[in-house]
């Protein structure tokens, strides 16, 4: 990552902006979303992989600002939620897109399936994500 963000730097315009968004890992709350209430159904729980996807990447942006390649100007977090209709939706999305940096055990993926059946009829799922956003100037 180190490369891409020197490569970054080569291209950028004098005094040009990167944004690095991206989401961090934490195990995300899975939850149902009723009209009236959100309610925790259990927690994802992060992958080495995913972990160590984060630690890179900090790692990274730390050595561009050592390399005053980049100076950090602005940082926040911010919660970015995932709707899904139905369990198995859920199920099938988290296999397919986030296999490879969370887990959910067994005893969460009964919790949510309950929750979600004794819900109203509008119940949706959700997981909450924490997401990173931070503006860098070229210096």
Do not use: C
């Amino acid at each position: 990552m180190v490369h891409a963000l020197n490569e970054i730097h080569r291209v950028l315009a004098p005094d040009g902006i990167m944004i690095d968004l991206r989401p961090l890992a934490g195990n995300w709350p899975m939850e149902v979303a009723t009209s009236r209430d959100f309610l925790e159904a259990g927690r994802v729980s992060d992958s080495p992989t995913g972990l160590e996807d984060d630690r890179a990447a900090n790692e990274s942006m730390t050595k561009a600002g050592t390399q005053k390649w980049f100076i950090r100007q602005r940082e926040e977090y911010f919660p970015f939620f995932y709707y899904w209709d139905s369990p198995n939706e859920m199920k099938e999305y988290v296999d397919e897109h986030w296999a490879d940096f969370i887990t959910i055990d067994e005893t969460t993926w009964r919790n949510v399936r309950s929750q979600w059946a004794v819900a109203n009829a509008d119940a949706r799922l959700r997981v909450r994500v924490k997401m990173l956003i931070t503006r860098w100037k070229k210096i």
